[in-house]
């Protein structure tokens, strides 16, 4: 009996020589509670800034056509001139169609000058030397799409600042800017439809 006595004895000081083992940082319920307050802040932060943030206004046609002549000026270097005058004519094409309610995007640089002088909204008409001035960027748009007749970087931006010129002479006056809108938004360039 006393073996079994003096077991036990040195079995509880056994015992107590170790110290209990520490509780892991993740198993404090402290570092869950902080967790979830995180997680809480997150959210509530992201919700609150979706349910007060305005959309986006759209762009206006004629903004939209300024924004993409922008947008091609600054990749004047980067386009091969037939890339070039195809987009132009194209912005070109798509605003003046809107502007003065004209089937004007399927037609041809050639048929579209001849009707550049019928072109007019709002009283707004073009003066001779602005339609002798687009009808030459008309003349030698097919040669340069087609025919890869090369153009120096200071003509291409003549021309681009042409086609501005010519959206800032006739778009709409600003109690008339209600009209048509279009897909791009203002800000974000993002498209919403």
């Known amino acids: 009996m006393k073996n079994a006595n003096t077991e036990e004895v040195l079995l509880s000081q056994l015992y107590d020589i170790y110290d209990p083992l520490p509780v892991g940082w993740w198993q404090n319920p402290w570092y869950y509670a902080a967790l979830i307050m995180v997680a809480l802040i997150i959210v509530g932060g992201w919700w609150i800034y979706v349910r007060t943030r305005k959309p986006p206004r759209p762009l206006t046609y004629w903004e939209q056509a300024l924004y993409d002549l922008r947008q091609l000026e600054q990749q004047v270097p980067v386009y091969e001139p037939a890339q070039l005058y195809q987009h132009l004519t194209d912005i ?82 600003p109690e008339n800017e209600h009209q048509t809108q279009v897909g791009q938004t203002a800000g974000n360039g993002k498209i919403r439809n």
């Open 92 to 173: 070109f094409k798509s605003y003046a169609q809107i502007r003065f309610n004209q089937p004007l995007v399927d037609k041809t640089d050639y048929e579209l000058m001849a009707k550049l002088p019928s072109l007019s909204a709002d009283g707004i008409t073009l003066l001779p030397q602005q339609i002798a001035a687009l009808k030459l960027l008309f003349e030698q748009g097919p040669l340069i799409k087609f025919a890869k007749q090369r153009v120096p970087d200071e003509q291409r931006i003549a021309d681009i600042l042409l086609v501005r010129d010519f959206i800032q002479l006739t778009r709409p006056h």
